[in-house]
């Protein structure tokens, strides 16, 4: 009688593992679909990209990923002719109200403090002949950034390209 109880311990605790571990979502970043599937998809063919907001070094990254999980859809980039605009806009929101005026970008380094904050990218999908909004979403990170920390690109990549992935699922693919 007391190995069984072992053994039902045993299973109990690989269970709880094996539950855990379904439970992560894979990524460090989140996202969100603000609005889908209103438009002509079957009419959309290429798109331009544009930014707003989006910081420097993100800007090349963060675009050449979009554009890379945005083409798996069907979908051209071209800067010319187009049906659709992709604009990427950033926006970040700090945790701590005493940091509200520290912009996270533009650090003294003489600033000794810890930055807590959720930056956003949010994408919008519209018409380019009429304006019109066709999709929406947004990727979000929570950040807690030290004083003298960097961007990893290397790391940051996939994660950002996991999650465009993710956010685009709703989509409709083009034939």
Not at 22 to 27: D, E, F, I, L
Not at 97 to 121: G, K, N
Not at 140 to 164: S, W
Request: aromatic fraction near 10%; proline fraction near 3%.
């Amino acid at each position: 009688m007391v190995n069984s109880g072992k053994s039902v311990k045993v299973v109990i605790l690989a269970l709880i593992v094996l539950l855990s571990s379904c439970a992560q979502t894979g990524g460090q970043i989140g996202y969100s679909v603000n609005l889908c599937c209103p438009g002509n998809y079957g009419e959309y063919k290429e798109y331009r990209i544009e930014t707003q907001d989006l910081p420097s070094f993100l800007g090349d990254y963060v675009i050449a990923e979009f554009d890379r999980v945005f083409q798996e859809k069907g979908l051209t980039r071209n800067d010319n002719r187009n049906q659709l605009r992709v604009t990427l806009s950033y926006r970040h929101i700090n945790l701590n109200a005493e940091q509200e005026t520290i912009d996270p970008f533009e650090r003294r380094v003489d600033e000794d403090v810890t930055l807590r904050y959720v930056a956003t990218i949010l994408v919008d999908i519209r018409e380019s002949s009429t304006g019109q909004l066709v999709w929406s979403g947004q990727i979000n990170r929570i950040h807690t950034v030290v004083p003298g920390e960097y961007m990893h690109e290397d790391r940051a990549r996939p994660e950002f390209a996991g999650a465009f992935r993710q956010m685009l699922t709703s989509y409709p693919a083009h034939d």
